[in-house]
């Protein structure tokens, strides 16, 4: 799963240099949640720890979220 994480990471980067900004941004959501996944299963027994990576994936959501209605105006 993290080497696919890597690979959507990649091709978001290649979109990026290419100037597609919705595919940068689908590809680059695709790798932060495999990302999220495995981290809620590697801390599955931390709660805390859990909180933290949720609430972090929360706030990159809405960073996202933000670039993309900035740029696509």
Request: cysteine-free; charged content about 10%; proline content about 1%.
């Amino acid at each position: 799963m993290a080497i696919i994480s890597n690979v959507f990471l990649v091709i978001g980067i290649i979109f990026l240099v290419m100037m597609n900004i919705p595919m940068t941004i689908t590809m680059f959501v695709l790798s932060l949640a495999i990302s999220l996944t495995i981290f809620n299963t590697l801390f599955r027994d931390r709660k805390g720890m859990k909180i933290a990576i949720n609430v972090s994936f929360i706030i990159v959501m809405l960073a996202i979220i933000f670039a993309y209605l900035v740029l696509t105006k």
